[in-house]
């Protein structure tokens, strides 16, 4: 296979249990009222919601390279892996986790990917701390080889500050932006490939794909022409072609969804998919982006019938199960997907 599937998710607070022998502390008592009634069958449920959803992207084949965020650790992020193998046996998905968040939070980012498809070097996988007066959210780096051919690509997993407590949050996602930037320039300078080395940045941002944090800050542009003729580490940001993605909804109405999430009735792109200019120009490169196959993955299940709604959630207990889950939900955010051809194949 040339091609390859390269997807995002924020799972929306893939929490374990409540008695969940395993959970460190600080987590205990920032999550313990959301968690009052989040029992094993529940657990077990959204595991079974969330794999019901992966297993069909890319063509019901499942993704090659999946990043995911709000995972409470690398355990409760396994068992999700071991419900997709068991549902796509061709697969062998594995998981690249580097070390837990200092959010103080509990909800990290990770990459499945298929070991029968890629490798990595553990040398080669990196958090990048995002850092203000406290520690936030991490972006997770690692470097993915192909095994058919060795060609190389690098994935950036971000999950940027959330927009809670208003506009005096835009500097925490303008550092995060900052911090994507710096090492992309980094790759740009270290990697074997130096400047012909392909990066995909993907992630919940937490910001449009029109705010200062992504055009100003992470150097991500609309104008595709501006990346290839750039001598400087930019990206092209896919994001701005599914503004608008028609949808069929739950209930078999067609819909236009105008968002990768909706809050307070609004529609925001918020999980974006940044591309650096080996995969976008006429250039040699490892990979190269496979035109107009970029995506807001939203299969009819997922999508509710409501204008001012997005996605169907699952939902915590936060100590209501009856009022706050919904077990024929999955999370409060559609996967994003791309996909990549393997020039060596």
């Given at each position: 296979?040339s091609t390859?599937?390269l997807?995002?998710w924020n799972?929306?607070?893939l929490f ?16 313990k009222?959301d ?18 959803i992966?297993?069909?992207?890319n063509g019901?084949?499942g993704?090659?390279i999946l ?17 997709l ?5 061709a697969?062998a998905?594995?998981?690249?986790y ?15 990917f ?6 990595f070097?553990d ?8 850092m203000?007066?406290?520690?936030t959210?991490?972006?997770l780096q690692s470097?993915?080889?192909s095994k058919?051919t ?16 208003g ?7 303008a550092?995060a932006?900052?911090t994507?930037?710096?090492w992309h320039?980094r790759i740009f ?19 449009d794909?029109w705010?200062?944090?992504m055009?100003?800050?992470?150097l ?10 750039a ?6 940001n896919?994001?701005w ?17 105008e968002?990768?999430l909706?809050y ?10 940044l591309?650096?200019r080996?995969?976008?120009?006429t ?5 190269k ?19 001012g ?11 209501d ?7 024929d939900g999955f ?7 791309v996909k990549?051809?393997?020039t060596?194949?």
């Amino acid at each position: 296979m040339s091609t390859y599937y390269l997807g995002f998710w924020n799972l929306e607070n893939l929490f374990g249990p409540e008695d969940y022998e395993d959970r460190i502390e600080w987590i205990k008592s920032d999550v313990k009222s959301d968690l009052e009634g989040w029992d094993d069958a529940l657990f077990e449920k959204k595991l079974d919601q969330l794999t019901s959803i992966v297993i069909h992207m890319n063509g019901d084949t499942g993704p090659d390279i999946l990043g995911v965020c709000e995972v409470e650790d690398e355990h409760i992020l396994g068992k999700l892996v071991s419900k997709l193998n068991a549902a796509r046996p061709a697969r062998a998905y594995d998981i690249i986790y580097k070390t837990r968040d200092i959010s103080f939070r509990g909800i990290d980012t990770a990459i499945i990917f298929d070991a029968n498809a890629f490798s990595f070097d553990d040398e080669l996988v990196f958090n990048h701390f995002v850092m203000r007066r406290t520690g936030t959210r991490d972006i997770l780096q690692s470097t993915l080889k192909s095994k058919a051919t060795g060609s190389e690509i690098v994935v950036m997993v971000n999950h940027w500050p959330s927009r809670y407590g208003g506009g005096s949050t835009a500097g925490f996602r303008a550092t995060a932006a900052e911090t994507l930037a710096y090492w992309h320039g980094r790759i740009f300078e270290e990697a074997p490939g130096g400047t012909r080395t392909p990066v995909v940045a993907i992630g919940d941002m937490n910001d449009d794909p029109w705010d200062d944090s992504m055009t100003v800050h992470a150097l991500a542009t609309r104008e595709r022409g501006d990346v290839m003729r750039a001598k400087s580490p930019k990206f092209w940001n896919a994001s701005w072609t599914y503004l608008e993605t028609p949808a069929v909804d739950h209930k078999g109405n067609n819909r236009v969804l105008e968002g990768t999430l909706y809050y307070d009735n609004n529609g925001n792109v918020f999980d974006q998919v940044l591309l650096n200019r080996p995969l976008v120009d006429t250039g040699d490169a490892s990979f190269k982006y496979v035109e107009d196959s970029v995506e807001v993955f939203a299969p009819a299940e997922m999508v509710s019938h409501l204008t001012g709604k997005g996605p169907i959630r699952f939902g915590l207990p936060e100590g209501d199960v009856e009022k706050n889950i919904n077990e024929d939900g999955f999370s409060d955010h559609f996967p994003v997907g791309v996909k990549v051809r393997d020039t060596a194949a």
